[in-house]
């Protein structure tokens, strides 16, 4: 089963990032809404492993594999996402990748289109709307960070490769992994 809980940052304002890995350095982090977006991930990350498989890692205590990915920590896989809003965790106990992005954002799609498309999503999507572009996007990052080795090309990775999108009003999620069976969590902040 793929867990996702997604919740706003708004109430981690001010809170501590929870230290994860060796070599966190967040305390070098002073935008508050990366801050919030961080913290905010992370605690939902902490409260899953612990809610769903009673896991506690200790602050600090999580690896990274050889190509920068999480490592499964007790067997469980995870992954986070983050916007200036809204922040999302996911744990399973296979490989998976969660990726987020509100609809509000902006900018020159078909600009980026072109440095981030395969050939072929720019020949079924020569000037992509910003709907279009966030559903290719995202599927490409959860791909990333479910099964990428290496650096981030987005031009290599295909995006309709096995990826499952929700969306509220506000927001595109998309899930990569063992999307058989998801529970997906949509918090308010209260």
């Known amino acids: 089963m793929l867990i996702v809980t997604v919740t706003p940052t708004a109430p981690y304002r001010g809170l501590p990032i929870p230290r994860l890995f060796p070599d966190d ?11 919030a977006s961080r913290t905010a991930a992370r605690t939902v990350l902490l409260r899953l492993l612990r ?3 009673g896991l506690a890692p200790a602050p600090g205590s999580l690896l990274r594999d050889e190509y920068g990915r999480p490592a499964p920590v007790g067997g469980v896989y995870f992954s986070l996402s983050h916007t ?42 020569p000037a992509p709307t910003p709907e279009q572009f966030l559903r290719l996007w ?53």
């Open 25 to 35: 350095e967040d305390g070098a982090v002073r935008n508050d809404s990366v801050r």
């Open 51 to 53: 809610e769903e498989y």
């Open 84 to 125: 200036d809003r809204f922040a999302a965790a996911a744990v399973s106990d296979a490989p998976c990748g969660v990726d987020i992005e509100e609809f509000t954002r902006t900018g020159d799609f078909p600009r980026l289109a072109q440095k981030v498309l395969t050939d072929e999503e720019q020949k079924r999507f």
């Open 138 to 190: 995202t599927a490409k990052e959860s791909i990333f960070k479910c099964r990428g080795h290496g650096t981030f090309v987005p031009r290599t990775i295909e995006a309709d490769d096995g990826v499952v999108h929700a969306e509220t009003d506000e927001l595109l999620i998309a899930l990569c992994g063992d999307v058989s069976a998801v529970r997906l969590i949509i918090l308010n902040g209260s």
